[in-house]
T-cell receptor, first 117, second 113 residues
């Protein structure tokens, strides 16, 4: 089946530093990848939609200069949290979209837990 | 606007009990409907889906039927197990010049032995 990986699975960084999270579709090509943020015991909040070879589309309220998204290839998208602060601590989940004959499905990565100290 | 509303949790059941988690939606157009499950510390896994009215999605004993007339997609399982303890998310996906998924708030299920 379609598998999406994320790396790292968890990261601890100091305030003011930047952190890069990778999202890879392992066995299929994804023209579109999505980045979500999830706070404890809450639902997923879409941060941005990433299309290969073009600029990401950010949701309202998400700072594009703080959350840099690059979709360099059909199997890799990266999210860089720049100048991280403790309030950026969260669980970040990516997904890759795959259009089927009758539906569109998303395959989710296992998530990356970011803790900013 | 487009939205998904699901019953608040947590839901606590004994093993072998019947499970229903309600989900209703509002959408412009014709969405596909999904149930995802999230185990602690993990990402989301697709549990089942339905792409058009009256479709029934099923997987691992879970079922949900796409009811256009009531705009609902309730999740059911006849006999839950401890291993079913997780958070369940109802979601819809629409093609609005690009696919977009909207999630419900999630319902946490605890199953006691």
């Amino acid at each position: 089946g379609a598998v999406v990986s994320q790396h790292p699975s968890w990261v601890i960084c100091k305030s003011g530093t930047s952190v890069k999270i990778e999202c890879r579709s392992l066995d299929f090509q994804a023209t579109t990848m999505f980045w979500y943020r999830q706070f404890p015991k809450q639902s997923l909040m879409l941060m941005a939609t990433s299309n290969e070879g073009s600029k990401a589309t950010y949701e309202q309220g998400v700072e594009k200069d703080k959350f840099l998204i690059n979709h360099a290839s059909l199997t890799l998208s990266t999210l860089t949290v720049t100048s991280a602060h403790p309030e950026d601590s969260s669980f970040y989940i990516c997904s890759a979209g795959l259009a089927g004959a009758s539906s569109y499905e998303q395959y989710f990565g296992p998530g990356t837990r970011l803790t900013v100290t | 606007g487009n939205s998904v509303t699901q019953m608040e949790g947590p839901v606590t059941l004994s093993e072998e009990a019947f499970l229903t988690i309600n989900c209703t939606y509002t959408a412009t157009g014709y969405p596909s409907l999904f149930w995802y499950v999230q185990y602690p510390g993990e990402g989301l896994q697709l549990l089942l889906k339905a792409t058009k009215a009256d479709d029934k999605g099923s997987n691992k004993g879970f079922e949900a039927t796409y009811r256009k007339e009531t705009t609902s997609f309730h999740l059911e399982k006849g006999s839950v197990q401890v291993s079913d303890s997780a958070v369940y998310f109802c979601a819809l996906t629409l093609n609005t010049g690009g696919f977009k998924t909207i999630f419900g708030a999630g319902t946490r299920l605890f199953v006691k032995a």
